[in-house]
Every structure is written in C-alpha cells, then in structure tokens.
C-alpha cells in the first residue's frame, strides 16, 4: 500500500497568519492516465471530512481562494494564506492514484 | 441536492455481525461508483472497498483488511448502498461512512454512523 505521511501533525497557528502542511507519499501518485490524485480534506468535530482541493491544486467550489494545493511526484502541500477561526480541525491528503487508496494520518489545526 | 445518510450501526459482540446502510439522494444512484471508508482515533481513515456503478456491473472491490468478512452490495431500486459485516473484531469498531465516488476523489460523504464491537 501507498503511505502517506503528513507533517507537522500538529499545526497551532496565529489568526491572520499564513500555515502550511506536508504531505508525501511512499511512492509517486502520478497516475498511468497523467493525472496525480491526491486530495485534501477537512474535517471538524463530529463531521464528514469536507473535500478541499482534488488532483493536487484543483480548489472546490465554495472553498476560500486562501487554500491552496501544490507539488507533484510524491511530494505536496497545502498552504492557508491567512488562517481563519473556521479553519480549525484536522486535514488529510488522500491519494487515490494506487489502490488501496490511502490517507495521511491527519494534521491537527488550531488557534494560539 | 445530493444527500447520503448511513444507518444500521450500534453495539455488537465481537464475532457478530451488522448491516449498514446508506440511503442516496439528489442523484442518479447506478451512474456511480460508491465507497465505504471507516475512520477511528487509532488508525484513521481508511478505505474499506467499493461498488462500481450499472455499467460495470456492480462489481464490487475490497480491501485486504476486510475481504472475505465485509460484502458491499447495493439495490438500485431502492437508491441504496450496503455493508454487510460478519466475524467483528474489536478493530472493526469505528464510524463508518458512505462517499460518492468520483473517479480519484469524494465530493460528497454521508455523516456517518457508529459502529461499537465490544462484549
């Protein structure tokens, strides 16, 4: 199976300020179609996890352009410009190039 | 609007089994591939397996984890997705959610129902 690996796991963070999380994985995501699949959720207390950004920078409707995803082979990021109250909870990247698909182990998000 | 809401979860002995189900909404449910993925404190999210949409049959596609103990079939008729889960380990305690596939990603995900194992 693909491991994933995030970092930092967790992420205490100043409001207004910029944050950033790692994540890699065991081997490259770039799929045999060209496409690299790799996923970031977020995910609050008692929620579903919420999808943030697909194949590796694709941002969803909805979702503040202070998101953003980068990185390709088996090295990516997801980087908040400016950090929010509502950004706080747990954020996993998610590959689904390999099967099994697999998640990172979640990167925990709060406020100083 | 597109909804999927799980059931079926609760207390079970260790060895015994349980059902879940997700009830679909807001879509056209035998267009598309549905997955089952667990999530606990200890080891996180993990995908557990999938049924892939009427034009291929329904075919059905496992982890190692729990192939041969967890089925996933579904009943277009009725738009839902089940789980069918025997022989539960202790391990097998999580909250188990249901997630539209959409080719290398889920869009939309039930809010999930809880499954216990313990005596």
């Known amino acids: 199976d693909v491991v994933m690996t995030q970092s930092p796991l967790s992420l205490p963070v100043t409001l207004g300020q910029p944050a950033s999380i790692s994540c890699s994985s065991s081997q490259s995501l770039v799929h045999s179609d060209g496409n690299t699949y790799l996923n970031w959720f977020h995910q609050r207390p008692g929620q579903s996890p919420r999808r943030l950004i697909y194949?590796?920078?694709n941002r969803d409707s909805g979702v503040p352009d202070r998101f953003s995803g980068s990185g390709s082979g088996t090295d990516f990021t997801l980087k908040i410009s400016r950090v929010e109250a509502e950004d706080v909870g747990v954020y996993y990247c998610?590959?689904?190039?390999?099967?099994?698909?697999?998640f990172g182990p979640g990167t925990k998000v709060d406020i100083k | 609007e597109v909804q999927l809401v799980e059931s079926g979860g609760g207390l079970v002995q260790p060895g015994g089994s349980l059902r879940l189900s997700c009830a679909i909404s807001g879509f056209t449910f035998s267009d598309y591939y549905m997955d089952w993925v667990r999530q606990t404190p200890e080891k996180g999210l993990e995908w557990l397996g999938r049924s892939r949409n009427k034009a291929n049959n329904y075919a059905p596609e496992y982890a190692p984890s729990v192939k041969g103990r967890f089925t996933i079939s579904r009943d277009d008729s009725k738009n839902s997705l089940y789980l069918q889960m025997n022989n539960l380990r202790i391990e097998d305690a999580a909250v188990y959610y249901c997630a539209r596939d959409e080719g290398g990603t889920y869009l939309y995900w039930g809010p999930g129902t809880l499954v216990t194992v313990s005596s």
């Open positions: 998610m590959q689904a190039s390999h099967w099994p698909r697999t």
């Open positions: 194949k590796v920078s």
